[in-house]
Antibody, heavy 114, light 112 residues
């Protein structure tokens, strides 16, 4: 199993960014996927989930990002996405994708600053 | 939301000694249909993603050394590292995956 995040970078407050997570080594459509973030020097915070095919790809979000972030996936390309809009300084973090509780990617850093 | 509270926030243990980290959930994470607690333990070293150590509160993930063990009693959970090794220095997190929002404990920093 391999998960590789990309798309992080520096963005101004109020801006947008789309993260990607490329998955390999397992049947992507059979698994729900999570986004988890970690602010610098802080603990882990769940961002949201994309349900699997059997769960009709239901998405769920943390209250802190609901209405601003959107999770989607492309099972034909084994890709998971996190569209982040109206970014705030408190969204600055390393963003990880994970296959349920099992494997995690190395993360991609998002910095929201002017 | 289920609140996960770890204790202590940090601890220092000597090589070869035992380390114990506690985690308490604010409500049950026991799924009655399979009688399993939806509780995981992770290890995170500096600059690395979390690594799954224990799931179902007490099942060791494949490849995890058997000095790591998990136990459960109601809403109280414990991660024990017997015979501490230098490479065990890390931050440890508990996580409930019983319901969304998935929540983590605040982390316990283990120093050797």
């Amino acid at each position: 199993v391999q998960l590789v995040e990309s798309g992080g970078g520096l963005v101004q407050p109020g801006g947008s960014l789309r993260l990607s997570c490329a998955a390999s080594g397992f049947t992507f459509s059979d698994h729900h996927m999570e986004w988890v973030r970690q602010a610098p020097g802080k603990g882990l915070e769940w961002v949201g989930r994309s349900g699997d095919k059997g769960n009709s790809y239901t998405t769920e979000y943390a209250a802190s990002v609901k209405g601003r972030f959107t999770i989607s996936r492309d099972d034909s390309k084994n890709l998971l996405y996190l569209q982040m809009n109206s970014l705030k300084s408190e969204d600055t973090a390393v963003y990880y994708c994970s296959r349920g509780i099992w494997e995690w990617g190395q993360g991609t850093l998002v910095t929201v600053s002017s | 939301d289920i609140v996960m509270t770890q204790s202590p926030d940090s601890l220092a243990v000597s090589l070869g000694e035992r380390a114990t980290i506690n985690c308490k959930s604010s409500q049950s994470v026991l799924y009655s249909s399979n009688n399993k607690n939806y509780l995981a333990w992770y290890q995170q070293k500096l600059g690395q993603p979390p690594r799954l150590l224990i799931y179902w509160a007490s099942t060791r993930e494949s490849g995890v050394p058997d000095r790591f063990s998990g136990s459960e009693s109601g809403t109280d959970f414990t991660l024990t590292i017997s015979s501490l090794q230098a490479e065990d220095a890390a931050v440890y997190y508990c996580q409930q995956y019983y319901s969304t929002p998935i929540t983590f404990g605040q982390g316990t920093r283990l120093e050797i």
